[in-house]
């Protein structure tokens, strides 16, 4: 089955330690998405990829970065982990925008990160 | 205000019964809506578009109204596995390859025996 697949489930760091996330689609869409969710909230979109082109959020921290090196797979690499970075990684995938398409975006089961 | 609103709930709901909730957005330039399904500590999980003539899934409707802006979900004899948060979301409008959606804060709803 076609799908969106996010490694680790569930990732504890130290505080300041660097951690990558990583996630890998087998629907061939263009365009990836990392959202981070806290509990109890929306979730919050950090940046996303449209095929290689890199579309960061205006109020998205310095500390988080992203690699996508093929269409299969992007990374999230969050360079010194606070605490208020712990919350749960979400990868989405859709295809391009296109006339009278809908662009639904489907997500991976997620990262759930802890930060000690 | 926020550009995506949710009644967070949450609604208890007798087993059987129906249930309707809206979701407010500010961006009238937003053109594509959607209602995702969230259980507790899991993924979003695509429920249904929704569309301008509104749409209908089994037990599940969506409407639209563009004038008032706002979209509303409402769930007709609701099983106890409808029980989850449900999250609207809504696209900023500006023609683009990637579809940027900024996601509501998601409406609780708990259906009971």
């Known amino acids: 089955d076609a799908m969106v697949i996010q490694n680790p489930r569930y990732q504890v760091t130290q505080f300041g330690k660097p951690v990558t996330l990583s996630c890998s689609q087998t629907?061939?869409?263009?365009?990836m998405y990392w959202y981070q969710q806290k509990s109890s909230q929306a979730p919050k979109l950090l940046f996303h990829y449209y095929d290689k082109d890199f579309n960061n959020e205006a109020d998205t921290p310095d500390n988080f970065q992203s690699r996508r090196p093929n269409t299969s797979f992007c990374f999230l690499d969050i360079r010194s982990p606070g605490l208020g970075d712990a919350a749960m990684y979400l990868c989405?995938?859709?295809?391009?925008?296109?006339?009278?398409?809908?662009?639904?975006?489907?997500f991976g089961p997620g990262t759930r990160l802890t930060v000690l | 205000r926020k550009e995506v609103e949710q009644d967070p709930g949450p609604f208890n709901v007798p087993e059987g019964a129906t249930v309707a909730f809206n979701c407010t957005y500010s961006?009238?330039?937003?053109?594509?809506f959607f209602w995702y399904r969230q259980d507790c500590r899991k993924e979003p999980k695509l429920l249904m578009s929704?569309?301008?003539s509104g749409n209908e899934d089994g037990r599940f409707t969506a409407q639209l109204n563009r004038a008032s802006q706002y979209i509303s979900l409402l769930i007709r004899d609701s099983k106890l596995s409808d029980s989850a948060t449900y999250l609207c979301?809504?696209?900023?409008?500006?023609?683009?390859?990637?579809?940027?959606?900024?996601f509501g804060g998601g409406t609780r709803v708990l259906v009971k025996p």
């Open positions: 979301a809504v696209n900023n409008g500006i023609k683009a390859a990637g579809n940027k959606l900024t």
């Open positions: 629907l061939n869409h263009n365009v």
């Open positions: 989405a995938t859709s295809r391009k925008a296109s006339r009278g398409s809908y662009n639904e975006q489907f």
């Open positions: 929704v569309y301008s």
């Open positions: 961006n009238s330039a937003s053109q594509s």
